[in-house]
Each structure stands twice: as C-alpha cells, then as structure tokens.
C-alpha cells in the first residue's frame, strides 16, 4: 500500500488550528486517513483531498429587503462604507484598501465559499457557468469586526430578473453558512423569490442558524413572531436594529455573541462535512461503481448471448434442413469438437465486447461524477475491475471493497462522532471532579460467627377460671370442666385465637353429659 502524502490544504489547516482548536486539527488528521483510504482504491489523486467539499471559515450570510436596512446596518457595524452592488458578494478581512475581486477567483479555491459553483449554475441554466462574473465578486474590506470571518452579502433580490440563478446563490449562500441575519422588511414582497426565499428559510430553520433583525422603533418582537408563524417561520432568534451600534446596548450584545458564536458552528459544519464524506464513499460513490460495473455485465451478457443465440438458430435451420446436425452434435467425438469450437469463438468475443462497452461505461461514470459534483474518480475505480477474471465471473463488487475496507471505514466513522463528543464536553452540565475510589481491605482470615439463635415468640396466654365439678351418672367417670372467664373484647386480629378455647371447652362439656 502506497502511503500518500499530505494535500497543502490539509498541511495549513494543521498548522493554522494546532494552537487554538484541537477538535479542527484532530479533524485534519482523519480527514487524511479517508484520503489515503480513497487513494488506495485509486479514487483520488496524490494532491487532492476531501476537506474541500466545505469551506473552513465561519461564515456570517445577510439578506434583506428593499428598505435599505441592510446596507444600513453592513455600514455601521463594519465602519467601512460600502459601495452598492447587485452581486452576490463575499467580504474579507484585508488591511489593505478595499479590492474587488472577480467570481473566477471564489470558483476555482476549495478554501472559500462558493467552490466549483460555475457547474451548479451550468445545471440550472445552460451558459450560465460562463456567465458567473455577472452574478458573484468578492471584495477584501478593512474591518476589525471581519477578522477571522466571512460575510455574504446577498443582494435584494426582489425584483432580480433571472430567477433560477438568484434562488440558487440565495440557497447555497445559506447552506454554506453557519449564522444567516434575515432582515424582516423581506417579508414585505409578495413576489415569486420573497416566497422561495421563505420556502428556503423554512427548510433552514431546523439548523437554528437563523437570526431576524427587526426595526423595534415601529414594531416590537411578538408582532413579527406571529406574522413569521403564520408563514411557517417558528425557530429563529428576535434583535432589534435600532441599537446594535451601542455598545452598551442588550441587542447589541446578543448580536455579538451570536456573531461570536459563528465560529462554534463552523466547528459543527466541518464535522458534519466530514461524516457525511464518509457515509458517501458508500452510499454515493462505492454504489454509483457498483452501478456501472453491473451495467456494463449486463450489456456484455446480452450482447455474448445474442451471438450465441444466433449460432444456436443457424443449428436448428440446419437440422430443418435435413443436414442431420443434432447427429453430429451428439456424436461423441463430433459433438465435442463443436462445443469447444463454440466456446473457443465465444470466449474471445466476449471479452472483445466487455472491452468496447466499458468504454461507454466509463463515459457514463464521467458524466455522472460531473453531474454530482464529486472529487473521486468513480471511472479509475471502475477501470480496475477491467481484468479477465472479473470480465468472465458475476463479481459486481469494485476491487479493494471488502469486510476489511468496510471496518476501516466504520472506525473513521466512529472517530469522527467521538469528535463530536469532544465538542459536547465542552458545554457538559456534569462535574469534571475525578473521584477516587479506595480499594476495601479484605481480612487475611475469616472466622465463622454462630449463627443467631431465633427465640419463638410466646403464644397468647389464655385466662382459666377456676374447675368446678358438674354432677355426672354412675357409670361415667366424673371430670372436671373448664370454664372461660369472662374476658374484655379482643382485638379484630386475636379474636379467632380466643373463640377456639371456648369451642372445645363446649364440646367437652357434651361428651361428659352423654
């Protein structure tokens, strides 16, 4: 097994969160073993990597209306001035003076947002791809408050003429982000992209990544809260505007620390970028290959057995002709040279028609890498299973995918929630106290005690009078008889233990007199 050697992006990475955050660079690390897993099974290349399906910045995402807030609030939270533009834009941190900078340069580096969008654009509308200068810029802003963050600036949208393209940057700008400030005069538009932009919000607001800004001089929280609920709008966080330029204001504060908090999420997204490269390696690519490779035996099946099948009707011709070729076939030496003469025919025109049709197949698996945007090479997987053995057995699995390679994934799986986990710890509610637990000293001997001697416990005394004697026949033996003294009311619990004594006395008294 060749050993790959770290992508540069992977290696600034590393260095750029070994100080400050360890959960990001223990990331790295197993963002590098699934390279090299991917790498032995021939689907990536020695500099490509699969930390680039997200961007690692935190990325702040800003959308409003008409009423001009939002460029409102850009300027004074940022204290630049920006110059009004229709394009969506990205804004980064530069010490230096403000540059505009042209969509090609966001298209084609994996480390911001917006990577390989030119090809999304293609898909939703032809000769878009080309055009995407015309939709998207990125301009570096010198701001404080922009240090270690990026910003999307989308633009009001409202009244955009293409609207495939708008809804698109729209949607993707808030998948990539990790806080999106939806300014609330967007609600005022009843237009067909106000309406696909609150279908989208919707879809969102599960990731609680939303946060409404609202101008509290003229409305107050719970109005916008019932107006957004009636749209399908119920998770989200309320600040008012009017005040987020003092410092010592309470939505001012809030502001920040959700800002603040955009960081935390990144960590989260990139995460979640990760497991879900992991459970695509399987459930995308792996079964994409599995696909072609059975489509491909299929087409060479059915092509073999379409010769042979017509090999099959010149016989039965022959024989109806009276050619006596069913003779020939039994015949024990005859018959013989036959079949190997049909099998030596067959044999080399079916591995010339697995080789002709895995050049389509392998078209095919271009096409669809393309079409779904990923980094592996679904067609070098594939082109390995090009030998002899697989070409003539019905193995539809790729090479290298085994129980083994299966493990190997499940365990980078399992470290990636462990990561995770780590990020939880942070905010755990239980104590980090270690308790120490002392180990019990056992005795070197252990003597028997007796056991405990139980005493029965006393029956109920029974209070006796006195023995009088009764007059009795001659012929009977006289004894004396019992009588019961007259004793208080037991208690409900005892009373069946006194009335038996009374009983038995009775029935002696009987006997005696008879």
């Not at 204290?79 to 966001?106: R, W």
């Not at 059975?294 to 109806?320: H, P, Q, Y």
């Amino acid at each position: 097994m060749t050993e790959k050697t770290a992508s540069k992006h992977l290696i600034n990475l590393q260095s750029t969160f070994a100080v400050d955050n360890p959960v990001l660079q223990n990331a790295v690390k197993v963002f590098h073993e699934l390279d090299q897993f991917e790498f032995d099974l021939g689907l990536l290349e020695e500099e490509e990597t699969t930390a680039i399906q997200t961007s690692w910045w935190p990325i702040i995402s800003v959308v409003g209306g008409n009423s001009g807030a939002k460029e409102t609030f850009l300027a004074r939270y940022l204290q630049v001035e920006l110059a009004p533009t229709h394009k969506t834009t990205v804004l980064l941190h530069n010490a230096g003076n403000q540059t505009i900078l042209p969509a090609t340069a966001l298209d084609v580096d994996f480390r911001y947002p917006f990577y390989r969008i030119s090809q999304k654009l293609e898909q939703v509308q032809k000769g878009e791809g080309e055009r995407i200068n015309a939709n998207l810029e990125m301009r570096t802003v010198s701001s404080a408050r922009l240090q270690g963050k990026l910003i999307i600036d989308i633009p009001n949208f409202i009244h955009a003429t293409n609207y495939e393209v708008s809804n698109l940057l729209t949607s993707y700008s808030m998948e990539q982000s990790d806080v999106v400030l939806v300014f609330c005069d967007i609600f005022n538009s009843t237009t067909d992209l106000a309406k696909a932009l609150t279908q989208t919000l919707i879809k969102q607001q599960e990731s609680n990544k939303l946060v409404y800004l609202f101008d509290d001089t003229t409305a107050n929280a719970q109005v916008w809260q019932r107006k957004l609920a009636d749209l399908g709008l119920t998770i989200g966080q309320f600040i008012g505007i009017s005040q987020v330029d003092n410092p010592n204001s309470a939505d001012f504060v809030l502001l920040e620390q959700r800002l603040a908090n955009a960081g935390l999420q990144r960590n989260y997204r990139v995460l979640h970028s990760l497991e879900k490269s992991i459970n695509d390696l399987e459930n995308v690519v792996i079964a994409e290959v599995k696909q072609g490779i059975s489509i491909w035996k299929d087409r060479s099946t059915f092509s073999s057995l379409l010769v042979l099948g017509f090999i099959v009707m010149l016989m039965v011709f022959a024989e109806v002709a009276g050619l006596g070729f069913l003779e020939l076939l039994f015949d024990p030496i005859v018959g013989v040279a036959i079949i190997l003469s049909i099998a030596a025919f067959m044999f080399p025109l079916h591995i010339m028609f697995s080789k002709m049709l895995a050049k389509v197949t392998t078209t095919y698996l271009v096409r669809r890498q393309k079409q779904l945007q990923l980094t592996e090479n679904l067609a070098a997987l594939f082109e390995q299973d090009l030998g002899f053995k697989r070409m003539l057995l019905p193995i539809f699995e790729p090479i290298g995918w085994n129980k083994k390679s299966k493990a190997r994934l499940n365990n980078l799986l399992a470290r990636t929630k462990e990561l995770v986990q780590s990020l939880n710890d942070n905010f755990s509610l239980y104590s980090t106290a270690t308790v120490s637990i002392q180990p019990v000293a056992r005795p070197a001997v252990v003597t028997p005690q007796p056991a405990p001697t139980i005493q029965p416990e006393p029956a109920p005394q029974i209070a006796v009078a006195s023995v009088v004697e009764q007059p009795v026949p001659s012929f009977v033996t006289p004894e004396p008889v019992m009588q019961v003294a007259p004793q208080p009311a037991p208690a409900p619990v005892a009373e069946s233990a006194s009335q038996q004594p009374q009983r038995q006395s009775a029935l002696m008294q009987k006997f005696v007199r008879k």
